[in-house]
Every structure is written in structure tokens, then in C-alpha cells.
């Protein structure tokens, strides 16, 4: 049995969270009975043919062809949302390709493929035929990414692994939120438990138990012990940007996600954590809920990041607000370019444009932060309201 949901499913869907469920019980049983937390969010979202993005649900929502009011997938990306945020970032991209020489692009994480669709069509309008590389670790993304990016099919390439060496542009969008978390928690005597993840014969269920030192001292570092506080912390996000500082040789990574500084994230008053899941178009933090049928993520904790790039050897070369960046980079003067496109889809455009840039809705939770090296002078996105010095 999927853990309870009250959310209604087809009969492929709940046979497909009975599968997932099976799996996570035998990989519990195999491991003694408990499992992290970052295992169980990892196996859930990955397990080959069975986690949520290994399989084939739909998950991105296409407000563009969904009917607004029965929108499919379970949430909906900037690039879902509007080409408009293709186009602009395509101008921030068109700079740091500039700065390094270099005609490469490397995505990680694309989803849907929306993302490289609208860069490479407006890198195509500026005379820049850039070569596109994706790292996707979901093999059906990847399959839906190659049709939609069928007319680049000289020019796009998808990697298994990191190269050992790149110069160009990186770009994430929504990646780090999705990597596997550890989930903590302070006892009242001031003791860090790591949470894990038990089958008690009726349902998953969170267990603590005492974290090993080093995450216990790794978690001390970033916050006082604060009894009956929890919230995450992004190992393996730190890893993969202090692995950058490896191969990425001359360039820069424009990294975009919903998150704060480190003072916010373990703020006194955060005392919940961050994590949430998306089903339908519902945000919930339910994370041991119909496993395979939801996504589960948590915010990114900015400061973590930017001292993952120092400590890999790259610069953090600008942070600030998505709706800062994309005034920045040229969002108004891209919506002009389009001139009028017809009552329907200047009203979508509009309703786009709130969403991207209003404070209430992605504008200031998301945020856009650059790591690199090589790269002279302030980039175009972060030219007015950078906020580095906030991390
Ligand atoms: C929330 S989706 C965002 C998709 C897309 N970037 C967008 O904005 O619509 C997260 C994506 O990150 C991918 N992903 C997660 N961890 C990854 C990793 N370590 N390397 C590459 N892709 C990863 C997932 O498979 C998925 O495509």
C-alpha cells in the first residue's frame, strides 16, 4: 500500500506507488529496518523505472497548451511557465559565452527540455550557434528532451557523467531543490538526531536516531542547537558545486532555485525545515506520502553553496533575486520585442510576467546565484541589487 493520500489517483497510479512502496520496504529491510532520510528521498525520486522522475508521469505542467483550469503534472518551472525566461537568461548566456571564448552551454537537470528549447532559439536569432550539452538523470526526461530538441540534433548532446574539463556556460534551474537532503532534528538535551525512515507493518514512519559526528558537526556549524527545531541540510548539492571547481575551467554557472542565505534558512522561526512536495499541482510536506507519485524537495541554503564554489576554487561572481536578474538581463525589453501577439496571449504573457518577477510569487523566493572563474566585471543579471553580500 502507498502511505495514505487523500488525493485522488488513477488505479495506474496507485498500482505504480504499490510498486515503489514494495521496493523502499525491501531496501528497509535489507538495511536493518531504517534508512536515511536522503536515501528514502533518493529512492523515491530515482529509483530506476520506479522513483518519481525515473518513470513516466508527467510532472511539468504546460499552462501554454494545459487548460488553466485542469493544469497536468503535479507543479510548473519557469521554463514551463514562458519562452519569455528562456529568451532573457539566453542574453546572460550570450555574455558568459562571450567573456569565455567558448560556443558550450551544459545543462543539468532539464526536464522537459523547455529550458534549451528557448535558449538555443534565441542564441539562433542572435547569429550564435551554440552547442548545447545536457546531463539529465532521468532516462525519461532524457527521451522527452531528445524530441523536443529534435531540430538541434546536430548541436545537442546529453553526457552521462560531469566532463573532467568545460568552459562556457552552466546552467541548473531547479536542480539543487531536487538532490537528495538529510533530514535533522534537535532533541531537547541538544543532541543532532538524523531522521530516518522505518516501515512500522502499516506505513512508513520517521525515526531519529543520533547523527553520526560528522553531520552533527557539519549542522552545529550553521546553527545553534535549537530544541524541537528541524530542517535539512543539502549535502550532496554542496558536493556536486564543490565538484564544478574541478572541470569547470573558464565560465560561469548560472545556479536558479528557491532558497535563502544561511541566517534565513536556519532563521529561529523556520523551525519546521523546508521540505515540500508537489502532487497535482498541491504543496504539502507529507515526504513519506504516495512514494513515485510525488516530488519531494527542499530549499536551497544559498550560503552552503557559495561556500561549496570557494572551496572548489571558484568565484561567486553574483547573487540576487529571480526578478531582479531578469530585469537585469532584459525582461522587459524581450516582452517589447514580442509587440502584440493577440488578446489571448498578450493576456498569458502578462500573467507569466506576475509570476516570474511578483514578490508573492517566484520574483523574490526564487533566487539566481553565479560561480565560475575567468570572468571579468560585474554579469549583465546582477548588475543593479546584488546581494553577495548577504550570504
Ligand atoms: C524540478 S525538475 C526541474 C527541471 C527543469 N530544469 C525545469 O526547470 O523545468 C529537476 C530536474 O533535475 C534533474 N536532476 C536531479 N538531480 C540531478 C543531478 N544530480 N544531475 C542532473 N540532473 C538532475 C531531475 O531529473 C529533473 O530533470
Same mark, same amino acid.
Given at each position: 500500500m502507498p502511505a495514505e493520500t487523500s488525493i485522488p489517483v488513477s488505479a495506474d497510479a496507485l498500482a505504480h506507488s504499490q510498486r515503489v512502496s514494495a521496493f523502499l520496504r525491501a531496501r528497509l529491510e535489507q538495511a536493518g529496518g531504517w534508512i536515511s532520510f536522503s536515501d528514502w528521498m533518493h529512492d523515491a525520486l530515482y529509483a530506476p523505472g520506479l522513483g518519481y522522475y525515473a518513470? =513516466?508521469?508527467?510532472?511539468?505542467?504546460?499552462p501554454a497548451l494545459d487548460d488553466p483550469k485542469q493544469l497536468k503534472g503535479d507543479f510548473v518551472t519557469a521554463p514551463q511557465l514562458t519562452p519569455l525566461f528562456g529568451w532573457t537568461l539566453a542574453k546572460q548566456v550570450a555574455e558568459i559565452l562571450r567573456q569565455s571564448d567558448s560556443l558550450n552551454i551544459l545543462e543539468f537537470?532539464?526536464?522537459? =527540455?523547455a529550458l534549451a528549447h528557448d535558449i538555443l532559439t534565441a542564441l539562433d536569432a542572435q547569429g550564435i550557434a551554440a552547442h548545447y550539452q545536457i546531463l539529465e538523470v532521468s532516462a525519461d526526461l532524457k527521451a522527452r528532451q531528445q524530441m523536443r530538441l529534435g531540430a538541434w540534433a546536430d548541436r545537442v548532446t546529453w553526457l552521462d557523467q560531469a566532463p573532467t574539463s568545460f568552459s562556457g556556460c552552466v546552467m541548473a534551474n531547479e536542480v539543487l531543490d531536487a538532490m537528495p537532503v538529510e533530514f535533522f532534528a534537535w532533541s531537547d538535551d541538544a543532541q543532532l538526531m538524523q531522521r530516518g525512515v522505518i516501515w512500522d507493518g502499516d506505513q512508513f514512519q520517521y525515526e531519529d536516531r543520533p547523527a553520526p559526528d560528522t553531520l552533527a558537526h557539519l549542522v552545529a556549524q550553521r546553527m545553534p542547537a535549537l530544541p524541537d527545531y528541524r530542517s535539512e541540510i543539502n549535502l550532496q548539492a554542496e558536493s556536486w558545486v564543490r565538484g564544478m571547481g574541478q572541470w569547470l575551467t573558464c565560465g560561469a554557472a548560472l545556479l536558479i532555485d528557491y532558497g535563502f542565505p544561511r541566517h534565513e534558512y536556519y532563521h529561529p522561526q523556520r523551525h519546521r525545515g523546508t521540505l515540500m512536495c508537489h502532487i497535482q499541482h498541491l504543496a504539502h510536506d507529507n515526504a513519506l506520502m504516495a512514494p513515485g507519485l510525488q516530488d519531494i524537495t527542499a530549499h536551497v541554503d544559498f550560503t552552503a553553496m557559495a561556500d561549496a564554489a570557494l572551496t572548489g576554487g571558484l568565484e561567486v561572481l553574483g547573487y540576487t533575486a529571480q526578478a531582479r536578474f531578469l530585469l537585469n538581463a532584459g525582461l522587459a525589453e524581450v516582452m517589447m520585442q514580442q509587440g502584440e501577439l493577440g488578446a489571448r496571449s498578450n493576456a498569458q504573457m502578462r500573467v507569466a510576467i506576475q509570476k516570474l518577477t511578483s514578490e508573492a510569487e517566484m520574483g523574490e523566493l526564487f533566487k539566481v546565484i553565479a560561480l565560475g572563474r575567468g570572468i571579468e566585471g560585474d554579469l549583465l543579471g546582477f548588475r543593479r541589487g546584488d546581494r553577495r553580500d548577504s550570504l
Open positions: 518513470a =513516466g508521469s508527467i510532472k511539468f505542467a504546460d537537470g532539464a526536464g522537459s =527540455g
